[in-house]
């Protein structure tokens, strides 16, 4: 079993056409230019970043030096733009008994605590991919970001070309958290990939 992360991850996502937001490593905060942006650490031993809080917004060249070392005590640091936006999660996984399915959540929501989500067997096809949408509870507040209207069209592609990738490279699992959506961009900002 082979597990990809980070970048890796992100590249086997783009060769099926998958939006991503790529990773910078970083060698010293003082190389950073753009704020604000996001700090990662990138680890084999860190899968979920966000329970092990190594994820951080970082605003202004004092915060990135804090943030840099601090971080760096736990793997190397890797830097992605930042994108505000919906946030999703998304995942591929086979069950003990039965086929591949795909889970479409809100992020920064316990689904299996709200059972905020939408799940539909592999392969979806783009109808199927509206209606996953359309079944979150929040759906109205899903297709506008301050006022605009979101590229939701970016989310339902992602979520057929997922499906189709899962059953033609015979993966065991997906977990994108999270993919970001807003009205100039949707796409994946963090991926993991067990093979």
Known sequence: MRTLTNQRALDFLKLYHIPTMDYTPILGAHLIRNFPCVFKVDSPKILHKAEHKVVHVVHHKDHAESKFHALRKKGNVISQR???GHEFVIQVFRPPRGKMLILLGIGGIPTDVHEHF???????ALGSARKMID?????????????KKTKVSSLEKTIVALSKLALKENVKAIEIDPFILNHKFGGVADAKIVA
Do not use: K, M, N
């Open 118 to 124: 939408s799940v539909r067997p592999c392969p979806v």
């Open 135 to 147: 079944e979150l509870r929040a759906s109205e507040y899903i297709t506008t970001f301050s006022g």
């Open 82 to 84: 930042h994108v505000d």
